[in-house]
């Protein structure tokens, strides 16, 4: 079986492919014109893809019949037609757990160097302009005691919680689709309703799976409606959120500050007049870069399509409604 990857990825994955006895390509050219991505997709039985630019969507399987397995170099499958891989009975697997702890490291970093103006003080020592001693200037705020609130309180939305119990004793509340009793048992969790999410936060912090329903659930009524003292952190996907009403928000003193792991749109334009402001933190999606967790990836992604070699269950599928076809 012919396998395409789109992008290099660390070694382990690719040597478990290979020993497994499954032909591996790698373009030389990673930067690969949407053509060129899709005719390597033709001429291969399946694909471990790494990056979220290329939709698996009903065009797509339509001009590549010989797609047989799909494993992705990421937990978010928003870029896949799920429904249509089960119809053509396509596993389509994941990476989920290996970069939760990773994630929330930066959740909780944005958090921090927002609270404090970190990057506008860094620009400051970068630029040699400290300037003279103002106890008014651009102060940052404490997180002590203060509460963060959660959207999508899953793996890596409880990793974010149970650190920022720890290191601030802050109380924990959120909004999931169903009771998180983990997080209720050992962080004292509370479930709210998403009004009182958006209302009681002093730290909102997005970690749920991007559905197209979704998009720019985060926009301008939102906003009015959060503490002007409020941090809005999103890891999650860009697409949650309306980048210019955010923009708004942070200038009129709707909320405090902003800390994006993920834009929107992605890659942020270098001339977003967002990154000017003081009381924001950008990182150009880094939240799985950590070797550990890409490692792990790596591995799972191999996991699944070797299971699928064997004629097994993906480990981490997921669309998991496939097997009952």
Known sequence: MKVFVNKRI??????????????????ENENLSHDEWL??????????????????????????PNIKAIALFSVGFDHVDIKEANQRNIPVGNTPDVLSKATSDVAFLLMQSVARRASYNFEKVKTGNWGSFDPLHALGQELYGK??????????????????????????????????????????????????????????????????????????????????NAIFVNTARGGFHHQKDLYEALTSGKIWGAGLDVTNPEPIYKDDPILELSNVCVLPHIGSATIEARNGMSKLAAENLIAFVKGEKMPH?????VYNN
């Open 39 to 64: 005719s390597y997709c033709k001429s291969s039985d399946a694909i471990l893809s790494v990056g979220g630019d290329y939709k698996y969507d009903k065009d797509f399987f339509d001009e590549c």
């Open 317 to 321: 599928c997921a669309n998991p409604d």
């Open 10 to 27: 660390p070694e382990i994955g690719i040597h478990m492919l290979e020993d497994a006895g499954l032909e591996v390509f790698i373009p």
């Open 147 to 228: 509460t963060l609130g959660v959207f999508g309180l899953g793996r890596i939305g409880f990793e974010m919680a149970k650190k920022a119990q720890k290191a601030f004793d802050m109380n924990i509340i959120y909004h999931n689709r169903h009771h998180n009793e983990e997080a209720e048992n050992e962080l004292n969790a509370r479930y709210v309703s998403f009004d009182e999410l958006i209302e009681n936060s002093d730290v909102l912090s997005i970690h749920a799976n991007f559905k197209p329903e979704q998009k720019e659930l985060f926009n301008a009524e939102i906003f009015g409606k959060m503490k002007p």
